[in-house]
């Protein structure tokens, strides 16, 4: 996230925007721009309430963001809340199973490929992990829709989760991220995250209205799309009162 989907939402998480973040004149490296999404992705103090949608399936959300602590919640159908702890910084990004406001067990990496309440998010997803994974490469400029952005490449140093290769579009004015792919390690696509829409706050910061998140299957080059979830969020009406 940092984030995470949330920082996916995050980012995940992860794809928050800072209003006060400016273009940059020339190309600056892929790690300055890494450390801005994550930025854009942990300053805001915000709570959300949202749904994960599936087909007509949809899953109650909840985000509360405080810098680089964001817990998320989600509520299947006829169970109780399940509840997620995030804790961002430099180089580290650790997932929790959490019960209230504690920050209960840490999430086992086996269980990162499993999906969010059977939706096309995974709890690997939801982490945001690959935000700090070494050694970023910038490939150069590209566009997403009319927005301007910088591809970046980042490699799985390790042998956990999904996937080996991410590719990850970064705004050049804001600093959040646009677009991320992600591959396996035989350079399969195996999942789309698209900023759909954001929406302005009462504090004149921008935040995730609205992202797309498709999954994919077949050979290399020829994947098709398997599914598609969609995370939405609702302005918020009150001041926010933080996680229970």
């Known amino acids: ?7 996916w939402v995050l980012s995940l998480a992860l794809s928050l925007f800072s209003s006060t973040a400016r273009a940059q004149a020339a190309a600056p490296a892929a790690e300055q721009i890494l450390e801005r999404a994550r930025i854009a992705a942990t300053l805001q103090h915000t709570d959300l ?21 964001i817990q998320f919640q989600y509520l299947p159908g006829g169970q109780t809340w399940k509840i997620f702890h995030m804790r961002l910084g430099d180089g580290q990004y650790d997932l929790f199973e959490g019960r209230g406001q504690e920050l209960g067990k840490r999430f086992p990496p086996g ?42 490449r980042v490699d799985n140093p390790g042998n956990t989760g999904s996937y080996r290769t991410m590719y990850i579009w970064v705004h050049q004015k804001y600093g959040a991220f646009m677009k991320i792919e992600g591959f396996d390690g035989s350079g399969r696509l195996l999942r789309r995250f698209e900023v759909d829409s ?11 209205k609205k992202m797309s998140v498709s999954s ?18 609702e302005k918020p009406t009150s001041a926010p009162r933080g996680p229970r």
């Not at 954001?198 to 995730?208: H, I, P």
């Not at 994919?216 to 969020?233: D, M, N, P, Y």
């Open 198 to 208: 954001t929406m302005r706050l009462d504090d004149g910061s921008y935040t995730l």
């Open 1 to 7: 996230m940092t984030g995470g989907l949330v920082a």
């Open 111 to 152: 269980r990162l490929r499993e999906k969010v309440a059977g939706s096309e998010l995974t709890f690997e997803d939801l982490s945001m992990r690959f935000f700090y994974w070494p050694n970023p490469r910038l490939l150069g400029e590209e566009r997403v829709g009319t927005q301007n952005c910088w591809k970046i």
């Open 49 to 69: 309430k949202g749904q994960l949608r599936t087909g007509r399936q949809k899953t109650e959300l909840r985000l509360f963001l405080r810098g680089t602590n």
């Open 216 to 233: 994919f299957r077949g050979a290399k080059g020829s994947e098709r799309k398997q599914g598609i979830s969609h995370v939405e969020f």
